[in-house]
């Protein structure tokens, strides 16, 4: 089973500043990697699909890249309702099709 | 409008089976590349993702679970119901259901989800 690595687990920075969140996998999913932000009391909500694009309605600060085992979700410039946590996750691509999700980042105000 | 609503007991005993229910709207499980998913998140924790029925009835279970855990669908109730077997306290989580899609603008990722629902699993 493909495991996934989210570092750090808690990133500290001000708005506006730009954020960068890790996720590593235990061996290559491709590209089939999608990332969630997910608020207190809220289901998760799909921001970046197939490792770089951005899922519907998505702001164009959100953005992602990698492919393999390395990818990165980069936030340009911070608002304020940015800071939640956010989960990686891997699709596999052929069956039996099953799903993982990292442990996640929380982005916290410094 | 898509909604995805669960139903469900709020509190199970250790050893009982847990049986939840996914009602839905704006889209049906018979349309070619829709799917309905079970996902957790134990309080503060991570999510876990359980099981996916497909429109043609295929089923998907996670890999340690899949002993426990049985999906199944009533495409004219708009409803996919989840079972899991030997509840245990550590189960202790919100149970979400939610859609997955094989629209290009999704490319089979989860593009809505319900609200959840907290089962606490406690003798």
């Not at chain 1, 608020?39 to 600060?61: E, F, M, V």
């Not at chain 2, 134990?42 to 043609?56: C, S, V, Y």
């Not at chain 2, 997955?100 to 907290?118: A, E, F, R």
Request: glycine share 6%; net charge positive; with cysteine.
């Amino acid at each position: 089973e493909i495991v996934l690595t989210q570092s750090p687990a808690t990133l500290s920075l001000s708005p506006g500043e730009r954020a960068t969140l890790s996720c590593r996998a235990s061996q290559s999913v491709s590209s089939y990697l999608a990332w969630y932000q997910q608020k207190p009391g809220q289901a998760p909500r799909l921001l970046i699909y197939d490792a770089s694009n951005r899922a519907t309605g998505i702001p164009a600060r959100f953005s992602g890249s990698g492919s393999g085992t390395d990818f990165t979700l980069t936030v340009s410039s911070l608002e304020p309702e940015d800071f939640a946590v956010y989960y990686c996750q891997q699709r596999s691509n052929r069956p039996p099709y099953t799903y993982t999700f990292g442990q996640g980042t929380k982005l916290e105000i410094k | 409008q898509v909604t995805l609503r669960e139903s469900g007991p709020a509190l199970v005993k250790p050893t009982q089976t847990l049986t939840l229910t996914c009602t839905f709207s704006g889209f049906s499980l018979s349309t070619s590349g829709m799917c309905v998913s079970w996902i957790r998140q134990p309080p503060g924790k991570a999510l876990e993702w359980l099981a996916r029925i497909d429109w043609d009835d295929d089923k998907y279970y996670s890999t340690s679970l899949k002993t426990r855990l049985t999906i199944s669908k009533d495409t004219s109730k708009n409803q996919v119901v989840l079972t899991m077997t030997n509840m245990d306290p550590v189960d202790t989580a919100t149970y979400y259901c939610a859609r997955i899609s094989s629209h290009y603008s999704v490319n089979w990722y989860v593009d809505y989800w319900g609200q959840g629902t907290l089962v606490t699993v406690s003798a």
